[in-house]
């Protein structure tokens, strides 16, 4: 039973920084793709970065593009996602996502597994 549990939402104010943790378990975690989507209230799940089960390749959305950073650690089956500059349009739900292959992919479908996800609220 793979289980994902994300931490680090919280609220804070526009311009700062946080720092999402997904731990993984439940299977081996090297060389399956890893992601992080988010849902804010009344719009549909979005993707937001990518990584793949290498780890050396990486792909953000355009909305968080220079902001945001995902990266892996596998020696500790954890993915984070490095949220800098943070905007009140970030607010949502914050879940992470891995699927059964290492190939980076975008969409909610192509995912087999996700957290229970993490609040960020930013203020302006």
């Known amino acids: 039973q793979v289980q994902l549990v994300e931490s680090g939402g919280g609220l804070v104010q526009a311009g700062a920084s946080l720092r999402l943790s997904c731990a993984a378990s439940?299977?081996?975690?090297?060389?399956?793709?890893e992601a992080w989507f988010r849902q804010a209230p009344g719009k549909e799940r979005e993707f937001v970065a990518a990584i793949s089960g290498s780890g050396g390749r990486t792909y953000d959305a355009d909305s968080v593009k220079g902001r945001f950073t995902i990266s892996r650690d596998n020696a500790k089956n954890t993915v984070y996602l490095q949220m800098n500059s943070l905007k009140p349009e970030d607010t949502a739900v914050y879940y992470c996502a891995t699927r059964t292959g290492p190939v980076v992919l975008t969409t909610p479908r192509q995912y087999d597994y996700w957290g229970q996800g993490t609040q960020v609220t930013v203020s302006s």
């Open positions: 439940g299977r081996t975690f090297t060389g399956y793709a």
